[in-house]
């Protein structure tokens, strides 16, 4: 399964960081790439200058953002 899925990736992890700053500005400090749902995607994770902690899911075959989602903040 993870490798039919790794066939059919579309976007580079430097794209997925790229489109993930693009909806939350800060830095990227974690990526994977993972199966979530049967879909294989990019969990980004940034940091932003007020350390507020977001996980960004995007579609590594599309580059769609799937979820963004607030962690807990760093303190």
Not at 1 to 26: D, H, P
């Amino acid at each position: 399964m993870y490798l039919s899925c790794l066939n059919r990736q579309q976007i580079s992890e430097e794209q997925a960081k790229s489109i993930a700053l693009q909806r939350v500005r800060g830095r990227v400090v974690h990526v994977d790439l993972e199966i979530k749902d049967g879909i294989l995607i990019y969990e980004v994770i940034v940091v932003t200058p007020k350390n507020k902690i977001y996980e960004i899911d995007i579609h590594a075959n599309t580059g769609q953002i799937l979820k963004v989602e607030k962690e807990n903040d760093y303190d």
